[in-house]
């Protein structure tokens, strides 16, 4: 069993794979900020639901034993996100506006920062599991 087979690792992989792929289309957009006609592009986020129920796993359902107690909320219950465009167009049918790209850019990186610090620290414990300091 290699280091990929486990399903966090695949999750991370995944999500850090995105945001590098996000990072190159939002750095289009800001090249392309004076080209007149450009609209602006992003990347739809993946769901951390579809890559546990490709592996088969099935995913933990809370257990209500009174009606009155808990309520279980499911994961759709707040909503899919949706790509909502800028209201913002310039005269020549621009629609990038630097200030949300640069704001999404930051994002972006703090977000693969983070993935890639959850990543470390997984491998981190596998050694120290195996004794491999």
């Not at 450009?38 to 993946?46: E, I, R, S, T, V």
């Not at 790209?101 to 693969?112: G, I, L, R, S």
């Amino acid at each position: 069993m290699g280091i990929s087979d486990i399903s966090v690792f695949q999750a991370l992989k995944t999500k850090m794979q995105w945001h590098q792929e996000r990072q190159g289309i939002l750095s289009e957009n800001v090249a392309n900020a004076g080209a007149p006609g450009y609209l602006g592009q992003d990347l739809k986020a993946p769901k951390f639901n579809d890559s546990l129920n490709d592996t088969g796993v099935e995913p933990v359902v809370q257990a209500v034993t009174e009606p009155g107690h808990m309520r279980a909320f499911s994961s759709r219950g707040f909503g899919d996100g949706k790509k909502v465009g800028s209201f913002e167009v310039t005269p020549d049918d621009n629609s990038v506006v630097l200030e949300e790209q640069m704001m999404k850019v930051t994002a972006n990186q703090m977000d693969y920062q983070a993935a890639t610090t959850l990543y470390s620290r997984g491998l981190g414990l596998l050694k120290t599991a195996i004794g491999k300091n």
